[in-house]
T-cell receptor, first 112, second 113 residues
Framework: EAQVTQNPRYLITVTGKKLTVTCSQN?????MSWYRQDPGLGLRQIYY???????DKGDVPEGYKVSRKEKRNFPLILESPSPNQTSLYFC???????????FGDGTRLSIL | GQQLNQSPQSMFIQEGEDVSMNCTSS?????WLWYKQDPGEGPVLLIA?????ELTSNGRLTAQFGITRKDSFLNISASIPSDVGIYFC?????????????FGTGTRLKVLA
């Protein structure tokens, strides 16, 4: 089944404790992206990747890092999480840049 | 940056009623997408529109790419309880560089049986 898989689905952690949210897609998509979803603000793009080893900032990249060492995986790294990063995070992928994106089921992060 | 205005923000309707929602922008888009998000899940693509004036259906859902390229509409006919959820529009503006979709803030639909 074609899908985008995120882990974990839920995480409660404390300020400053590094965490990684993994994202994997099995559709051989070139384009992958991370979004955060906050009430009243819609989906805002954090980082995106056009292909392996090609990443760039989205609209709200501060406090986040990403890497794309393999085509299928696009982890989101919070080196020193802060409470304002409490949010619902979505990974998405598409065959190419500009194509409709397929979304994972989300990761709800709570930073205390 | 560019914004999409999506309305209404929320709506309660009776089962069996038709539903309309729309997205508008002050600038033009080349592509319009409509997604649905169920509680605890990610957005799922419903309809993609690629040409001004295009009208596309997916079951009881019909979406249109506005002729001005600044808006799009989604209609749901004969709503049923499983239509409950949040509906998002997304637009792709013209660009000479990287493509970046702009997302609306969603219409929360509640269906009363």
């Amino acid at each position: 089944e074609a899908q985008v898989t995120q882990n974990p689905r839920y995480l409660i952690t404390v300020t400053g404790k590094k965490l990684t949210v993994t994202c994997s897609q099995n559709m051989n998509h070139e384009y992958m992206s991370w979004y955060r979803q906050d009430p009243g603000l819609g989906l805002r793009q954090i980082y995106y990747s056009m292909n392996v080893e090609v990443t760039d900032k989205g609209d709200v990249p501060e406090g986040y890092k990403v890497s794309r060492k393999e085509k299928r995986n696009f982890p989101l790294i919070l080196e020193s999480p802060s409470p304002n990063q409490t949010s619902l995070y979505f990974c998405a992928s598409s065959l190419y840049d500009g194509q409709p994106q397929h979304f994972g089921d989300g990761t709800r992060l709570s930073i205390l | 940056g560019q914004q999409l205005n999506q309305s209404p923000q929320s709506m309660f309707i009776q089962e069996g009623e038709d539903v309309s929602m729309n997205c508008t922008s002050s600038s033009i888009f080349n592509t319009w997408l409509w997604y649905k998000q169920d509680p605890g899940e990610g957005p799922v693509l419903l309809i993609a529109l690629y040409k001004a004036g295009e009208l596309t259906s997916n079951g009881r859902l019909t979406a249109q790419f506005g002729i001005t390229r600044k808006d799009s509409f989604l209609n749901i006919s004969a709503s049923i309880p499983s239509d409950v959820g949040i509906y998002f529009c997304a637009g792709l503006p013209p660009t000479s560089g990287t493509y970046k979709y702009i997302f609306g803030t969603g219409t929360r639909l509640k269906v009363l049986a």
